[in-house]
């Protein structure tokens, strides 16, 4: 899991300094329905407390693992292409989930990152934007797949984006899941590499307590999600 913030100061999901306030900003309260299914949680157990097991989900096949374990399995799952499977091995189930699917990464990119999609044009863009949680915690996830003509686009696109403040390719708003403003820090980050196509996937808690390790683990997980 690579630590780092895709827009940089001032840019992507990073608002930079007079945007926002450092870190996590949720800006305002879920819609009822997802309050209704992931519970309060606002004073319950840390999920995914560093070095122990990864407690306050409702049960289930990862009731009472350690983060590491509940990541191994979730990725296996992740990577036969079952999503349910990958959350629930996370302790997590899904809650909503938008889809928008795209040629245009131009458009819908900025920065030096955008640049770059002018000298070489992605083929594909799907980005995903879910709301998974446990009952008392509630974690909102942004996974993008962008391909390319070929393997060097790939490599090329990698340089660049990989690099702090180079720009971003926009994840979808939160509003598509009846959420106000969530703003992705890239804090929890992970890019997977597969042939042509690469995948960008962050994390955000939205509600209860959730460790950043296990913010970091799910993002990890949900960057060899099927994509839709």
């Not at 036969?80 to 819908?108: F, P, S, T, Y």
Request: glycine residues 16%; hydrophobic residues 40%.
């Amino acid at each position: 899991m690579a630590n780092r913030r895709i827009g940089g100061a001032g840019g992507g999901s990073d608002p930079g300094p007079g945007k926002g306030k450092a870190g996590v900003f949720v800006a305002a309260a879920v819609s009822a329905g997802l309050v209704a299914a992931a519970g309060s949680g606002a004073g319950g157990t840390l999920l995914g407390s560093s070095g122990g097991t990864a407690s306050g989900s409702s049960g289930g096949a990862s009731a009472g693992k350690s983060v590491s374990a509940r990541k191994a399995e979730g990725k296996k799952a992740a990577r036969r292409g079952n999503a349910d499977e990958a959350w629930d091995r996370m302790g997590m189930r899904r809650i909503k989930q938008a889809v928008r699917q795209d040629l245009d990464c131009l458009r819908h990119s900025f920065g030096q990152v955008q640049q770059f999609f002018v000298r070489t044009p992605c083929t594909s863009l799907d980005r995903v934007v879910l709301a998974v949680g446990d009952g008392g915690n509630t974690v909102v996830v942004s996974v993008v797949w962008v391909s390319f003509r070929d393997r060097g686009d790939v490599r090329r696109f990698r340089d660049v984006m990989d690099v702090h403040g180079s720009g971003d390719i926009k994840p979808l708003g939160s509003a598509l899941l009846g959420m106000a403003d969530i703003r992705f820090t890239g804090h929890h980050y992970h890019a997977h590499s597969n042939g042509r196509t690469v995948a960008i996937a962050e994390t955000e808690r939205v509600s209860g307590r959730v460790s950043d390790e296990m913010l970091g683990a799910m993002a990890e997980v949900a960057a060899l999600l099927p994509r839709p």
